[in-house]
């Protein structure tokens, strides 16, 4: 048996059908998963932020703070670390990387920092200083707030350690400097 040669033409129905399109219904669905997506997605991410933002900050104010303490150390002289009303400090007789004529300065009010409020209180002075020995003029502690996010900073005054904390956590400078370690309360 032969098998035997279509002649048939195709229908013209067949090549002339326009490709499915999405209904209504669908793209309605599909942007609301995804408006849903997003409601879950963006407060979580805001609060990542901010989370990471804060640690950043305290960080900062800890080795700054252990960088004015080994300073300190190494010059034999007095290096006194003031914090302004605004999220701010100067470290006096330091002299600052970007600009050697002028005092070390660090501006936490704006980027990348955006520290909303803060309070300073280091025995009722805004200001701690220390001596050849790296010892602290005094004990004190910087709360500082970014967005729902909060951190204390606390410098210890027997070790002139200061450290900060997170919940049950709390992340410590070392005694040598610019080493910075956790460990659980």
């Known amino acids: 048996m032969r098998a035997r040669k279509s002649n048939s033409r195709p229908n013209l129905c067949t090549l002339h059908q326009r490709p499915r399109a999405f209904s209504l219904v669908e793209m309605v669905m599909v942007l609301t ?24 900050a305290a960080r900062r104010i800890v080795q700054d703070l252990a960088l004015a303490r080994q300073h300190a150390r190494v010059t034999s002289s007095d290096i ?9 400090y100067e470290i006096k ?35 701690v200083s220390f001596d050849m020995y790296a010892r602290p003029s005094r004990r004190g502690t910087i709360v500082l707030r970014i967005g729902e996010e909060s951190r204390t900073i606390t410098l210890n005054r027997e070790s002139g350690v200061a450290s900060f904390q997170v919940g049950e956590l709390q992340e410590a400078a070392a005694s040598n400097g610019f080493e910075v370690e956790a460990f659980s309360k």
Request: net charge negative; aromatic share 8%.
């Open 80 to 88: 006194s670390v003031n914090f302004r009303n605004t999220p701010g």
């Open 33 to 56: 998963i995804i408006s849903l997506a997003a409601a879950i997605a963006v407060p979580r991410f805001t609060h990542a932020v901010n989370r990471r933002t804060a640690d950043s």
């Open 93 to 127: 007789n330091l002299p600052d990387p970007n600009n050697p004529n002028e005092s070390y300065t660090v501006d936490l009010k704006g980027a990348p920092y955006n520290v909303s409020q803060w309070e300073v209180d280091f025995a009722g002075a805004r200001e």
